[in-house]
């Protein structure tokens, strides 16, 4: 778990951390095991940042997010329903939904300016929908994202080194 008061909104920029290490993890997990090093050189503030660069609100974090939609599964006797295969399923279908979205729209322009108010609409509550299956399944899988994730791009770094890729679209395995 990640000490995550180190990104609370209210904190200023200067003392926000700038890399994962910064962010303070815990890296034992809930068996007492040390399953994960987290890449301490991965940078987590933005290389360009202008006033109007799209970002995320620091909160909820993934964390909470699982603890809200835990509470909403147990208060409607949801949970019995929430067998790893099931939620899978039901994501794999909000991502169908995602892409029903897009479809026949051809190429779409960063921050969708040709789409309705309506149909951002659409799009952020489909998104949500995948969001809070892929939290759930990672949940009932006893998957950590947000540590795996950090894990994953760590992997990602070493298999695409910016001074080797750097402008390619090549897949890791066809460079030299
Ligand atoms: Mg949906």
Not at 1 to 20: D, E, Y
Request: proline share 6%; net charge negative.
């Amino acid at each position: 778990m990640m000490a995550t008061n180190a990104m609370s909104p209210g904190t200023p920029k200067s003392k926000r951390p700038k890399c994962v290490k910064d962010l303070g993890f815990d890296t034992t997990t809930c068996n007492g095991q040390n399953a994960f090093e987290p890449p301490s050189d991965i940078e987590i503030e933005a290389k360009t940042s202008t006033p109007t660069e799209f970002k995320f609100t620091q909160e909820p974090t993934l964390e909470q997010i699982r603890v809200m939609q835990n509470n909403f599964s147990k208060e409607r006797d949801f949970d019995k329903f929430h067998s790893p295969r099931n939620l899978l399923l039901a994501m794999v279908g909000e991502v169908g939904e995602v892409a029903e979205l897009f479809q026949w729209k051809g190429e779409v322009k960063d921050g969708l300016p040709d789409w309705t108010e309506k149909e951002k609409e659409n799009l952020s509550q489909e998104l949500s929908d995948v969001l809070i299956y892929l939290v759930r399944l990672s949940e009932k899988c006893h998957i950590d994202l947000p540590s795996a994730t950090v894990e994953k791009i760590g992997l990602n770094h070493k298999k695409y080194p910016a001074d080797k890729v750097h402008g390619s679209c090549k897949k890791y395995n066809e460079y030299d």
